[in-house]
């Protein structure tokens, strides 16, 4: 059973999940080894279960419970009971605070958790992590629990603060331990919980202060969002930027900052999912704090990344090492727009000499890109970390033009003399010469051809190139080939759409509507003129965020209910960027 609200806290050294109630699930940092080390007290994951979606999807359903929390405080009846948590401002800890008024008897703090590497459950798993061996002591020294695992290493530790009582200090027993504490009188009782997790590369570094020379230019297009919405957006995508701030922008050093797809199920880095939590911070009127954390984060991808023959791979570990040895050829564009991106917002790269730096780098990794059939760029994966069926994905070629345009407007700063301008033509052209076949509604895009006939028809809530082909100027909204595709895409012809009341653009990934695909819904309705539909979407968005403000990744299409994957940064940044640069008078 599910906790109910959960609250999820962190300052970029460490992150933690707890319940409305105070149970804390999980606490987590990055490791130089492992990835990502975490305190939990959830049971191990069998290996048995890797390649199971249903037993993958069991164990991260756990990970909301609250049994399965690793420090919980039991109560006996009292008048009131406060929770405040925070993060703190100068180390890796959390902090809880407790304020009891009227307890009647004691309050128990219990400890049943383990320390080990992050198993990484992942739907789609190419290379699983090995396990650790990892064995949890736990040691106590009054009102601190030192809890350590050599095999790691790594250490947290549980420290308690009262005020208005007294504690007995930590007794450990078998697995666990538990703290007890008894009030004074009838004082009112404040208990302070902080827990720390001590492996971290470095403190957070000082921001320093770069005006923006221009305002960023923007997605052209105006979406449409209805007045009735605009102020429970902005608080979801408002939530959405902290939760990026505090649990998913991970500092490995004092430079480098890795873009988690989230804290919790899979801290892992992908390059596509970094990008939108990048262009949602340097959206609108970015502050120093975000602009810092784009350049700290292009240092790691390009730095500290380990990169095949230049490439990225589908997924990283915050330490830069390969989890998973797939191309998809996407991910090799969206750092080269991050690059552009933050250039356009301050008109500066990060480091001294930047633009001989970053221009030996764009150009080794334009030169070393597969480019196929008629310029297309090939991708042993589509964006929804399956197989490709077809070796020529159209988001991805999307992209691909989007990436040669925006290096054109970049290559006297980086001083290179690649002809990305004559690229991008080129593929404009070639897109609507192969990729333009005939629909059940009329002619439309394809999803893969291989570039000698072949074509298949598809649509995917992990696409959001296509949807915002318009937005990102790559045709116009009137466009009939553009606004077929997108028909299709939100019909039942398409194979990764899910019919019912609740029913929307999904992917064959996960079953369910994907808030991706309401995000394109959205989108594509807006600028098709579809005012009602638009609604229709953002309305579903609104509905299914979690209490925290979170979107999930899917949900039932039958009943709005039934959140896929709780935390996933993506469809609220990717949100939460739209709304900001494509609306006028945005924050």
Known sequence: ???????????????????????????GAAHSRHGFVELTGLPPFDP?????????????????????????????????????????????WIEQRHRI???????????????????LPEITDIDPPAPTGAQTRLRANGGRLLVDAAALPARAEVSVAVEGGADSGWAIAGAGAELIV????????????ACSLAEQAGARSTVAVRPSARPRAGLDGALHVPRSMRAPLAALAERTRSYVLGCTAVRVADDEVCLLTDHRILPLSWTRDAYWQAAMLLA??????????????????????????????????????????????????????????LQRTTWMLPGRRAGLWWGRKVAELWDALPVGEHGFIASEENPADDASELPFPLS?????????????????????????GATARALAGAVAQHFEVDGPLGRQWA???????????????????????????????????????????????????????????????????????????????????????????????????GPDGLLPEAYDPLTGGAPVRHWFAWPGAALATLLWEAQPGRR
């Not at 037993?55 to 009131?80: I, N």
């Open 1 to 27: 059973m599910s906790s109910g609200r959960i609250v999820d806290a962190g300052n970029g050294l460490v992150s933690a999940s707890l319940t409305s109630t105070g149970a804390w699930l999980s606490l």
């Open 48 to 92: 048995a279960w890797r390649g199971d979606p249903a037993a993958v999807r069991r164990y991260r359903d756990r990970m909301t419970c609250e049994r399965f929390g690793f420090l919980e405080l039991e109560l006996g009846p009292a008048g009131s009971h406060e929770i405040a948590t925070r993060a703190s401002a100068t180390g890796p």
């Open 101 to 119: 008024a009227g307890l009647a008897g004691q309050a128990v703090l219990r400890f049943h958790g383990r320390l080990d590497a992050h198993p």
């Open 182 to 193: 008894v009030p004074a009188g009838g004082a009112e009782l404040e208990l302070v919980v």
């Open 284 to 341: 609108g009127d970015p502050d120093d704090a975000a602009i810092e954390t784009v350049e700290a984060h292009l240092r790691w991808l390009w730095r500290r990344c380990d990169r095949p023959q230049r490439f990225w791979m589908r997924s990283h570990h915050t330490n830069g090492a390969i989890k998973d040895a797939a191309f998809q050829a996407d991910q090799q564009l969206y750092p080269l727009l991050e690059l552009a991106d």
């Open 396 to 420: 991805t070629q999307i992209l691909y033009w989007l990436a040669a345009t925006r290096m054109e407007e970049l290559s006297e700063v980086l001083r290179v003399e690649h002809d990305f």
């Open 447 to 545: 999803y893969e051809i291989d570039g000698r006939g072949a074509h298949r028809l598809y649509h995917d809530a992990n696409d959001l190139p296509t949807a915002l082909a318009p937005l990102l100027g790559f045709c116009d909204a009137g466009d009939p080939v553009w606004a077929a595709t997108m028909r299709f895409a939100l019909s039942e012809h398409n194979p990764g759409y899910c019919a019912g009341p609740f029913g929307g653009l999904g992917s064959g990934h996960t079953l369910g509507t994907w808030t991706l695909g309401d995000v394109q819904e959205w989108v594509a309705a807006s600028l098709l003129g579809e005012r009602d539909a638009a609604e229709r979407a953002l309305a579903r968005l609104l509905a299914v965020a």
